[in-house]
């Protein structure tokens, strides 16, 4: 059985440790204690909706991390699915799949027009989930970042 639930400052001490492992998935230094500073930040300031997932004996298996975003052509908000991690433990379980479909749920609720995300190129995973998942990959845009 697999439960989603919006994550809340409750949940800070096991979310800061998958986020943390996510992050090192992308080549970043461990900080537990950073990560935790950056979670309770975004739910601080609504910034960001996160969900959660946990299994039937009720431990913490993964998330997603939703930031609003709008479209001006489309004159309606837009949110992007910027972070999702299920832990290396559960994955294949279905836990991904019900992250993102509360995500899709999260769409609807808002009168949002749909998600976006990007992943790397290296990101196997993902880049078999997201298709299998209706998302469609852009192939009519560049993308360009600019860091400081």
């Known amino acids: 059985m697999i439960r989603i639930e919006q994550a809340t400052t409750k949940d800070l001490d096991e979310l800061a440790i998958l986020f943390d492992k996510y992050r090192v998935f992308y080549k970043k230094t461990s900080d537990v ?5 950056f979670l309770r930040e975004r739910m601080a300031a609504n910034e960001s ?13 993964g998330f997603t991390q939703l930031y609003p975003i709008f479209s001006s052509t489309r004159m309606k908000r837009l949110w992007l699915l910027n972070d999702l991690f ?19 749920d999260l769409c609807k609720q808002t009168g949002a ?3 976006m995300l990007e992943t790397a190129k290296s990101n196997e995973i993902g880049n078999n989930l997201y298709p299998r998942s209706g998302f469609v990959m852009d192939q009519e845009h560049n993308f360009y970042t600019w860091d400081v």
């Open 49 to 61: 909706v996160i969900f959660v997932s946990f299994d039937e004996a009720n431990v913490m298996t």
């Open 33 to 37: 204690d950073a990560a935790k500073d």
């Open 86 to 104: 299920v832990d290396a433990d559960y994955r294949g379980k279905g836990f991904s799949i019900a992250l993102i479909d509360k995500a899709k």
């Open 113 to 115: 027009c749909g998600l």
